[in-house]
């Protein structure tokens, strides 16, 4: 049973471009929760998704990022026009219900805004 | 949302027992507390989870006061492969976590 996939591991974008951050759950899991972490900090919670619905995206800058979670494929998390202070690990998380189950986190997805 | 507070950082030796503890004196009725291991360029990783009194499973045990304003994550023996940071959580049962992990407690466990 494969964990928690993302793809890309790294991605570089220059300022102004979008970047798309994939995410596939464990297998079973249909609760996705997305993550931010700059360097030397804790994790930022961001979004909170089930199958096509967003539960909770108080964590979610206003402008420029979306996220998604469709029927078929992986949670996406959009970033649209990065600038330099976007750069971070952004880690997804998957869980088999959402009455507080134990999260499973991916490897995370490094992206350098230059 | 219920604030943490651990150590910054922690020095052990190989096969010593290690205790962190985390305060969150603002804890609300229906949270939980739960503590994550976090290893350079992973994501994190689930130790243990409780409300109040003690749990226990093979890789830690996790000690909450009756008042669950700290909790105090114990590992036993640790080795070098301890290593790594600790993060304490507290939020509600149900839905995702809100609550900003914070710096966690970088434990360095040396030979």
């Known amino acids: 049973n494969a964990g928690v996939m993302q793809n890309p591991r790294h991605l570089v974008r220059r300022r102004g471009q979008e970047a798309r951050l994939r995410c596939s759950p464990m297998k079973g899991h249909s609760h996705v929760y997305w993550y931010r972490q700059l360097p030397e900090e804790g994790l930022k919670f961001m979004v909170y998704l089930q199958k096509e619905n967003i539960i909770d995206e108080s964590g979610m800058p206003k402008e420029r990022f979306s996220a998604e979670f469709p029927k078929e494929g992986p949670s996406i998390l959009r970033i649209q026009q990065v600038v330099r202070g976007d750069s971070a690990a952004y880690f997804c998380?998957?869980?088999?219900?959402?009455?507080?189950?134990?999260?499973?986190f991916g490897p995370g997805t490094r992206l350098t805004v230059l | 949302l219920a604030k943490t507070t651990q150590p910054i950082s922690m020095d052990s030796y190989e096969g010593q027992e290690v205790n962190i503890t985390c305060s969150h004196n603002?804890?609300?009725?229906?949270?939980?507390i739960t503590w994550y291991q976090q290893f350079p360029s992973q994501g994190p990783r689930f130790i243990i989870q409780?409300?109040?009194t003690k749990v226990t499973n093979e890789v830690a045990s996790l000690f909450i006061p009756a008042d669950r304003k700290s909790s105090t994550l114990s590992l036993p023996r640790v080795s070098l492969s301890d290593t790594a940071v600790y993060y304490c959580l507290v939020g509600p049962y149900t839905g995702g976590f809100k609550t900003i992990f914070g710096a966690g407690t970088r434990l360095f466990v040396k030979a």
């Open positions: 998380a998957s869980s088999l219900s959402g009455q507080n189950n134990e999260q499973f």
């Open positions: 603002n804890i609300a009725t229906n949270d939980y």
């Open positions: 409780g409300y109040k």
